[in-house]
């Protein structure tokens, strides 16, 4: 009988259970039966239909429990940008088994991708330090309140952590009070020494070179240098006397001539650290420093080959805080630019700047990340067309000051803090708006595994929380059966009542009108729950 809401509710809990049964029989098909087993393709055919067949029959019974609700839209735009590992990437892009960063700081796996058309109101959210996030008005995001009571106490030392609360609120409750959250990468592996290996072969005979670096500051800073200044090409030529392939490598740092001081350093630098000499080429505007060793080449050649497609390796991404720092000096002495109270760093590297926030609040320094408009400039009469978008990170007040450690020194004579807040886990990012837009298109979101959060250009989101609540009432209704069994009906009983409560609770709390159809003993068991 599902003519009730107590039975419309164990209904949907049993569906939710035979869900989880259907995809754990579609992962063991998928992973078991071999390819080449006729009855592979047709099994997981008829299973994908009852999987499908059944989450419509969830969702139906759902709408006849509680009215006005429109189901699992919980969502965002195709656009918008997800932290990957290593990188970002648009949320419509994301697979299944990609690694999404979580609110608890780590990476993890994406289970499942959801699209589905959407046309109606969206949130439209304008954070301090990161450009704006749209996503439909009951999407959780996890967000510091009561914390501040009025907008101007943005700045840090005007901030009351005492009474700090970290509570999921829907995008239609925020407000410009609320702090969005994003979590800091919590995976530490440091490494003391790479070794560089180039193998090649002369007639029969295998030949090979190795090279053992150190992963130290001088690196790190040699490597940031690469990242601002850096590229590396490649060319092969046939050497027809003794008729065979042969390959040139080149790596190139491009300086102006008036930085004769970084020039010498790097050229220091790097005869520290690989042993080789830096060949001295001038043009008429530029001084490049010049190598042609194979394995110089090799190692440069994971940070990226040009500008536009500059990155970071996941190994240096997870080394300590105190060593990024000097990784951080060497963009900012290479192509950065320092004022009294702020520093900019721009690159044209969309994975890069993204990456660069992540270390960045790894390290705790506080900062903006924008991308900029393209602008065509003049030379003379000539036009430069910009092709390349450009994406410019600033950091001051107590970010700046924390680079003194590096020997970046900080002239302001200001002392106000910066926006935002650094917690052990998070960094708290200031909202300067919320609005209501009208939207239509396509929306996304994401099922991931363990944390069930993903996290976007501007905090942390959930998933559909539905599921995991439906699980774990499914989970005491589980236990009631085993209850009953030993002959502990009170106990059973009691277990069942705390499910039905944990189900009406998760409603109450979301604010999503009526449960009951009988309103006054829906309002009596709210009042006997309070008490």
């Keep these: 009988d599902v003519g009730e809401t107590v039975d419309l509710f164990w209904a949907a809990a049993d569906l939710y ?64 940008l997800v932290f990957k590992n290593p990188s970002v990437s648009p949320i419509s892009e994301i697979k299944p088994g990609d690694l999404v960063l979580t609110s608890d700081g780590k990476f993890n796996r994406v289970i499942e991708v959801l699209k589905r058309p959407y046309s109606g109101d969206m949130i439209l959210i304008r954070p301090y330090y990161s450009n704006e996030i749209l996503m439909t008005p009951e999407h959780p995001v996890l967000v510091a309140t009561d914390v501040r009571r009025k907008k101007k106490d943005a700045w840090r030392k005007n901030l009351k952590t005492e009474n700090l609360k970290i509570v999921w609120k829907r995008a239609e409750e925020i407000d410009e009070n609320d702090f969005m959250l994003f979590p800091r990468i919590k995976e530490i592996s ?46 092969c030529y046939h050497y027809k ?71 970071l390796p996941k190994w240096v991404i997870r080394l ?12 900012i002495d290479s192509d950065g630019c320092i004022s009294r109270h702020r520093i900019l760093i721009t690159t044209s590297s969309r994975d890069l700047a993204f990456q660069l926030r992540l270390i960045l609040f790894k390290i705790g320094l506080l900062h903006s990340l924008r991308k900029d408009k393209r602008r065509n400039h003049f030379i003379g009469n000539r036009k430069i067309t910009q092709k390349s978008e450009i994406y410019t990170i600033q950091l001051s007040g107590d970010s700046f000051r924390k680079l003194e450690k590096v020997g970046i020194k900080y002239e302001g004579k200001r002392t106000s ?62 236990v009631a059966t085993r209850e009953i069994y030993k002959g502990n009906k009170k106990e059973a009983e009691r277990l069942i009542d705390l499910a039905s409560k944990l189900w009406l609770l998760f409603w109450i709390n979301n604010k999503i009108g009526e449960v009951w159809d009988d309103k006054e003993k829906f309002l009596k068991f709210v009042k006997e729950f309070e008490d």
């Design 320 to 331: 300590p805080s105190e060593k990024l720092l000097y990784l951080i000096k060497g963009l």
């Design 190 to 235: 440091d490494v003391d020494e790479i070794t560089l290996v180039h193998r090649w072969k002369v007639f029969d005979h295998e030949k090979k070179i190795v090279k053992k670096i150190k992963v130290n500051n001088e690196l790190l800073w040699l490597i940031g240098i690469y990242l601002g200044e850096g590229s590396i090409s490649k060319q």
């Design 417 to 478: 803090g910066n926006f935002g807040f650094v917690l052990k886990d998070y960094i708290m990012i200031p909202i300067k708006s919320v609005k209501i837009v009208d939207y239509n298109g396509y929306i996304y979101n994401l099922k991931v595994e363990k944390d069930n959060t993903f996290t976007t250009i501007a905090g942390v989101v959930h998933n559909c929380p539905f599921k995991h609540m439906c699980g774990a009432i499914m989970q005491i209704h589980e």
């Design 241 to 311: 006397k003794e008729n065979r392939l042969l390959r040139s490598y080149r790596v190139t740092f491009s300086f102006g001539k008036h930085e004769k001081e970084l020039i010498e350093r790097v050229m220091k630098c790097f005869k520290n650290i690989f042993g080789y000499k830096l060949s001295e080429v001038k043009t008429h505007t530029n001084i490049d420093l010049v190598s042609g060793r194979v394995l110089v080449y090799k190692f440069f050649k994971q940070f990226g080959t040009k500008s536009t497609n500059k990155i």
């Design 17 to 80: 259970c035979t869900e989880k049964h259907l995809e754990h029989s579609l992962m063991i098909m998928k992973t078991e039966i071999p390819d080449n087993d006729e009855r592979k393709k047709k099994l997981i055919s008829i299973y994908m239909d009852m999987l499908n067949e059944v989450r419509k029959i969830r969702a139906s019974l759902l709408k006849r429990i509680v009215k006005n609700v429109k189901w699992d839209l919980w969502c965002m735009p195709p656009d918008t």
